[in-house]
């Protein structure tokens, strides 16, 4: 049987490796697809500093690159950064942000920021999606 994203989850040292903390959320996101170029909503259920559980009722591929536009909680600017997909359960989506250049940076740490005073989400019994890349 082929390893799978649940069996990640389900292992005790999986939260280990983790680099930032998760972050329960509920804010509308909107991705940009450049192949071909269309606009699509969905939902960001958990962020850390590097990526977000997108539910997104879409056909994403792994690796495929987005651009995210939301407005985190708490924040009256949206935020907008290039992504990749990492993993998928059924419309579940672990995306990595993968900002580049000084405004996406900026924009990534004005996230940082902005998610710092949430407590960190508790995740192995949690059925909101697959695990994020970071």
């Known amino acids: 049987m082929a390893h799978t994203i649940a069996d990640d989850a389900a292992s005790p040292l ?3 490796v ?3 903390p998760r972050h329960r959320i509920d804010v509308p996101v909107r991705a940009i697809l ?3 170029d ?3 909503d969905g939902r960001g259920m958990e962020m850390s500093e590097g990526g977000v559980c997108l539910l ?3 056909e994403l591929g792994l690796g495929d690159k987005i651009e995210l536009e939301f407005t985190p909680p708490c924040s009256g600017k ?3 950064v290039r992504s990749e997909v990492c993993n998928r359960t059924d419309y579940f989506y672990g ?3 993968i900002p580049e250049g000084e405004e996406e940076r900026s924009e990534s740490a004005r996230l940082r920021q902005m ?3 949430f407590k960190e989400a508790r995740l192995p019994s949690t059925p909101a999606g697959p695990p994020l890349h970071s």
Do not use: G
């Open 34 to 36: 450049n192949k071909p």
């Open 115 to 117: 998610l710092s005073p």
């Open 56 to 58: 997104m009722d879409v």
């Open 14 to 16: 999986y939260e280990q």
């Open 38 to 40: 269309r606009i699509l």
């Open 95 to 97: 995306i990595k942000f």
């Open 78 to 80: 949206t935020i907008r």
């Open 18 to 20: 983790r680099r930032w």
